[in-house]
């Protein structure tokens, strides 16, 4: 399966993931704002980074979804990623972003989670998708609930109190059409 070699919003880049990426993706990850609510507030490992891009590339090639990197329209400098990844002891595919902390507040992750929701829903044809947010989270919870993903529960066996927020392929052709 091919997958798509970019998608693009009013301001936004987006491209899977690369090597070229790892670096400023170790360095985002490890912002402590970042790895406050990503990370359970641990330091973030250059291997663990490679285990996200090399699952990423599998996902690609496998599911035809994965993480993309996000840039401004005509920039280089990643600003975060956004995509998808399955989630662990599921079958469901997970919705994920990250974003450097100096780009929060300007709409961003909603603008380069819309344009990933479109790709799976439209594109590779995904029913469904879910994405997990602890509590204390309301920049995340707000971005979620923009989205129109519904609460789904707690999902993931092992992580009692994350809960998850789902979204259907028709409830987002539903919206989309309103």
């Not at 406050?36 to 990423?56: A, C, H, K, N």
């Not at 035809?64 to 990197?69: E, I, P, R, T």
């Not at 961003?108 to 344009?115: C, F, H, I, M």
Request: net charge negative; charged share 30%.
């Amino acid at each position: 399966m091919s997958y798509v070699i970019a998608l693009e919003t009013e301001r936004l880049v987006l491209r899977p993931l690369s090597e070229a990426d790892l670096d400023a993706l170790h360095r985002i990850s490890n912002d402590p704002l970042v790895r406050r609510y990503l990370w359970d507030d641990e330091p973030v490992s250059m291997v663990t980074i490679e285990g996200i891009f090399e699952q990423s590339v599998r996902e690609f090639a496998e599911k035809g979804v994965g993480l993309f990197g996000i840039r401004l329209r005509g920039e280089e400098k990643l600003l975060g990623l956004c995509g998808f990844r399955s989630l662990e002891n599921t079958v469901e595919i997970e919705l994920a972003y990250e974003l450097s902390p100096e780009w929060w507040g300007r709409v961003l992750a909603t603008e380069a989670s819309r344009a990933c929701l479109h790709y799976a829903f439209e594109e590779v044809g995904l029913e469904r998708v879910v994405a997990g947010v602890e509590p204390q989270n309301v920049a995340s919870t707000k971005v979620i609930e923009k989205l129109g993903m519904r609460y789904a529960g707690e999902i993931v066996p092992g992580q009692p109190g994350t809960p998850y927020f789902a979204l259907s392929q028709k409830d987002y052709r539903d919206k989309s059409a309103s």
